[in-house]
């Protein structure tokens, strides 16, 4: 059976891909997957996986009857052995009965495992319902295969009888991705209805892009955290975060590189502003290990530009082709841009406008005023001497403040101020130091960061000597730091001043449309 998909709105615009989003339904009861079949149906799911061996009890003449019979959304019925990675641990014949039950009664799709599909067909005999698709599927929960290993996998699940072929393997690292996409778009060249997904968080980009590729379909969960397979999104992120309906061949791709780089807000802030655009384009979270490698493997210009954020910055500007004056002074950039023409990449800084701008618009709030910058003249403490706090630091030296870095290991902080002068110290020392007070102080780490929100880089009895303490961290909005410099008095600029500042200018790289300033505004009001 072909599953109609129609070209309908769906809250963000029009439907551009015939990709389904297929909900994984795992319950103890019938009358519990019959309440999430609808809520699948409400949230935005075009097919339900119902997983028969997550039910507690079963009888399977009536509950696929009935199951059948509520069911508002087409269906795929799974019964997953143990040895594959699900809950059933009974003998086979019964499985395969309860399975060919479901096709009798008009199931749309049916999952058997590679391992156990020539069994399967030996017990079917040949009796099988032209309606139902038999999906059969391989399962690699430690690893993805070489390209050639995968190409062979999918000629064996093919030689299986397969209408659909379907195969998960999980990332090691985020370039394996690459060879799914490879095999994906090789199978849509032969016209081979094909499911490929990579999991773990390395391999979100395989269930996001499908519709790029030509996926048959991609899982999305109505909860976050109740998942069938690791990393997967929910149907409310693939919809409204990815903007998922709106990806097609042409779509394309940008993100966020960084390690960690789950709590980014960047996809909700680019996305949004890509739909409200008409721009064909999609912003992902990256979790990338080996930086030169991930460019090596994502060479085409599909993949068109990203942003950089911890432990990446420094890496980054050592891999483009050209970079900023501004971003080789500062040593880090983090906003990459892979040039259309030549395929080269080009890298730029932005964060330090983004941190300066800000900081500067809260001295004015505190009455600073006149033509020159209010940070002229100011002590600058900079917390960390990766790349954003070169860029801080370089920032607050071009408006002629005067820079102090303060590293955990005091070496690199003098790194840093031999390059653009200053004084270094170890993070320890600024529990003592204060020469002067209405001094500024900027942390570029990640200490205090989700979910490490109980820590902070200066105890609270330091901060009473500074006037405006500013926290690139902007998950949480108010750190530990921040409020601890609320306490004590002084002017605070939260990280979200910053992170709206350097997107204006990564975004119009991105699109070469103008940064909707307000937009980004409203978005990371409710941050």
């Known amino acids: ?25 795992m319950a103890d009861t019938v009358d519990q997957v019959v309440n999430l079949m609808h809520k699948s149906k409400a949230t935005g799911a075009d097919i339900v996986e119902i997983r028969l061996d997550h039910l507690k009890s079963f009888d399977p003449q009536s509950d696929i009857q009935k199951l059948m019979k509520e069911c508002p959304l087409p269906t795929l019925f799974t019964y997953r052995p143990i ?19 479901c096709m009798k009664l008009g199931a749309d799709h049916i999952d058997i495992e590679l391992k156990a599909a020539h069994e399967f067909n ?20 430690d690893s993805t295969p070489s390209s050639e290993e995968l190409g062979n996998l999918v000629a064996r699940i093919q030689a299986a009888g397969a209408d659909i072929v379907k195969f998960a393997t999980t990332a090691v690292d985020i370039t394996d991705v690459a060879r799914v996409f490879q095999i994906t778009v090789h199978c849509q060249s032969f016209q081979v209805p094909i499911i490929a997904m990579v999991m773990g968080e390395r391999g979100l980009m ?19 955290g109740k998942v069938s397979a690791p990393g997967q999104p929910t149907i409310e992120q693939l919809l409204n975060l990815y903007n998922f309906r709106l990806i097609d061949s042409d779509t394309k791709v940008f993100g966020i590189i960084g390690k960690p780089v789950s709590h980014s807000k960047s996809p909700k802030l680019y996305n949004r502003a890509f739909r409200e655009d008409g721009f064909n384009g999609v912003f992902l979270h990256l979790l990338v290990d080996d930086l030169p490698k991930f460019f090596d493997t994502y060479s085409s210009p599909d993949f068109s530009g990203f942003s950089c954020t911890i432990p990446h910055k420094e890496v980054a500007l050592s891999r483009c082709d050209e970079v900023d004056p501004v971003a080789k002074s500062i040593g880090a950039v983090n906003c990459v841009i892979r ?44 917390i960390g001497a990766g790349g954003a706090g070169k860029a801080l630091a370089y920032g607050a030296k071009e408006k002629g403040a005067r820079v102090v870095i303060a590293n955990r290991t005091y070496e ?78 002084a002017k605070i600029v939260t990280g979200v001043e910053m992170f709206i500042g350097q997107a204006y200018e990564q975004y119009e790289r991105f699109t070469g449309l103008p940064a909707p300033k307000q937009l980004f505004k409203e978005i990371m009001g409710d941050h």
């Open 1 to 25: 059976m072909e599953i109609a998909v129609e070209s309908m709105a769906s809250g963000v615009g029009m439907r551009k891909n015939q990709t389904l989003i297929c909900a994984p339904l």
């Open 339 to 382: 040039r259309p023409n030549d395929g080269k990449l080009f890298g730029c800084n932005t964060d330090y406008i983004g941190a300066i701008s800000a900081i500067e618009d809260g001295l004015r709030e505190n009455g600073a005023s006149g033509p020159v910058s209010p940070l002229a003249g100011k002590l600058f403490v900079v």
């Open 206 to 224: 395989s269930r996001i892009l499908c519709p790029k590729f030509g996926g048959y379909l991609t899982f999305g969960t109505l909860e976050a």
């Open 83 to 101: 040895w594959e990675g699900g809950q059933y641990d009974g003998d086979e014949n019964t499985r395969f009965n309860a399975l060919q039950l």
């Open 122 to 141: 030996k017990f079917l005999n040949g009796d099988k319902p032209e309606k139902c698709k038999v999906i059969v599927s391989s399962h690699n929960y």
């Open 412 to 489: 690199r902080a003098k790194e840093l101020t031999d390059i653009i002068g200053g004084q270094a110290l170890s993070l320890a020392d600024l529990e003592s130091f204060h020469p002067e007070s209405g001094m500024i102080l900027a942390n570029t780490t990640s200490i205090g960061m989700q979910p490490k929100i109980e820590e902070t880089p200066v105890p609270k009895e330091a901060l009473k000597h500074y006037e405006l303490v500013f926290d690139a961290v902007y998950t949480p909005k108010i750190t530990r730091l921040l409020g601890e410099a609320q306490e004590v008095g």
